[in-house]
């Protein structure tokens, strides 16, 4: 019913910056939150920032760095990384929620911080 499709990552040095997007598709209108996630390797899934209807919220770590945005227009989400460190290294998933507790993920993109 939605499909997600993340792109953007790459390499970079640290202090850095990077955008990813999320290009959403299929019955988007559906979808009332909207979410960054990383994973680094032998860590969990994490919450970076999240986008719904009243607001934003960021992950204390990326607070000041991250800049999530929609183009509702263009079913595209962003995340507007800057001041990168290595410790931001991970592979980098969207997510969209709709109250019902249903969700959809993208394949996910790495942001790889060289320091």
């Known amino acids: 019913q939605v499909q997600l499709v993340e792109s953007g990552g790459g390499l970079v040095q640290a202090g850095g910056s990077l955008r990813l997007a999320c290009a959403g598709s299929?019955?988007?209108?559906?979808?009332?939150?909207m979410g960054w996630y990383r994973q680094a390797p032998g860590k969990q899934r994490e919450l970076v920032a999240a986008?719904?209807?009243?607001?934003?919220n960021y992950a204390d770590s990326v607070k000041g760095r991250f800049t999530i945005s929609r183009d509702n227009a263009k079913n595209t989400m962003y995340l507007q990384m800057n001041s990168l460190k290595a410790e931001d290294t991970a592979v980098y998933y969207c997510?969209?929620?709709?109250?019902?507790?249903?969700?959809?993920w993208g394949q996910g993109t790495q942001v790889t911080v060289s320091s």
């Open positions: 299929g019955r988007m209108f559906m979808i009332d939150n």
């Open positions: 986008l719904n209807g009243v607001g934003t």
């Open positions: 997510n969209a929620a709709q109250r019902d507790g249903r969700s959809w």
